[in-house]
């Protein structure tokens, strides 16, 4: 568990895009671990934590893409029913605000990756810890 940098990114909701985002972090040898994606009628805003995020966004800039970073969250958890439970029960106790969650996990892994993006990251880590 540890806090890390998510970057948002401001996208074109057209065919292609997100192949070219991940055709210019390639080149660049970054590697993606969590996306996610949500979008408007006209844009899509991008979600990611990456394995170099001062070097994505500068290659993000460097394509005029608009980049904004934040501290998330990131949880590798047990796959099992009631993890994510125990998670928001302790973050809850603590007064701390979950804003948005993402993660994913195959089916018959033992273990997953969730990002929080949550209102306190450092008093969100300390109550996951305790």
Known sequence: MQITK???IFLENRPGTLARVCDALAENKINIYAVSTSDTIDHTVMRMVVSDYRKAIH???AHGTLVVEDDVLMVEGSNKPGALSAIAHKLA???VNIEYAYCATPPD???GLLVLRVNDAKKAL???NT
Do not use: M, R
């Open 109 to 111: 892994a033992k273990k």
């Open 59 to 61: 290659v993000f800039e």
């Open 126 to 128: 300390k109550a996951l």
């Open 6 to 8: 998510q970057l948002a």
């Open 93 to 95: 106790k603590a007064k």
